[in-house]
Each structure stands twice: as structure tokens, then as C-alpha cells.
């Protein structure tokens, strides 16, 4: 395990709004900053579980993603896409019919850029 960096992703639907995530596998990591640089265009977007509790990283929302469970993806489910705000709003909700298993897929999804230690 390396040390953790964060991310921070958009989503057209919040503009001027960044979720920030927090990565902790070299391989995860390293997949980040491919698709920062470029140089991954297919696994662009980011999913993971949802932890209900603030993360000091993430200090915008009441919500986080757990670190061991982000990835990215080219094409999901419906059922775990969902816009930054909704989630926050209805997050309530989350975990059964809404975002099943707690598991979010925002595809529209983008990182943005890593931020400093």
C-alpha cells in the first residue's frame, strides 16, 4: 500500500464543483495519472462504494468514496449512475433502491487533477 493521494473529479451536471477521491493502490494511482496525462482514454470514469461520512479530503459533501474500493470503468449500469448533488441530497436513500449496495458509477464522471500533498 502507497501513500494516499487524492483526486479530484467533475461532472457536467455540478459545474464548478469538484468531488475529491482519495486512491491508496499503486496500481489505482498510477491509472489515475495515466488518464490525466492522456494517455488511458477507455477507463476514464471513476466508481467505488459510498462511505456516509465525511472524509476531511472531500469537506463539500457529507459522503466519500472507500478508497479500497474505486476503479475505473469505460461503460456501466444505470442503476449506480448519479450526479455528485443528487447523491448528497438524497444520500439518505443510498444503499437500497437508490445506488444499490452503496456502489456510485457517475458516467460523466472526469478527473480533473491530482492535488499537492
Excluded at 482519495?22 to 477507463?43: P, V, Y
Excluded at 459522503?63 to 439518505?92: G, K, Q
Amino acid at each position: 500500500m502507497s501513500r494516499p493521494v487524492q483526486f479530484a473529479f467533475t461532472q457536467p451536471s455540478s459545474p464548478g464543483i469538484e468531488f475529491i477521491i482519495e486512491l491508496t493502490d499503486e496500481n489505482r494511482i498510477a491509472q489515475a495519472r495515466r488518464i490525466l496525462s492522456g494517455e488511458e482514454q477507455n477507463e476514464i470514469h471513476v466508481h467505488g462504494r459510498i462511505v456516509k461520512r465525511k472524509a476531511e479530503y472531500n469537506p463539500r459533501f457529507s459522503f466519500h468514496l472507500d478508497p479500497a474500493s474505486i476503479a475505473f470503468f469505460t461503460m456501466a449500469i444505470e442503476v449506480c449512475d448519479a450526479d455528485m448533488i443528487y447523491v448528497e441530497d438524497h444520500l439518505d436513500e443510498a444503499g437500497g433502491a437508490f445506488l444499490p449496495g452503496s456502489h456510485w458509477c457517475p458516467w460523466t464522471s472526469r478527473l480533473t487533477r491530482e492535488l499537492s500533498a
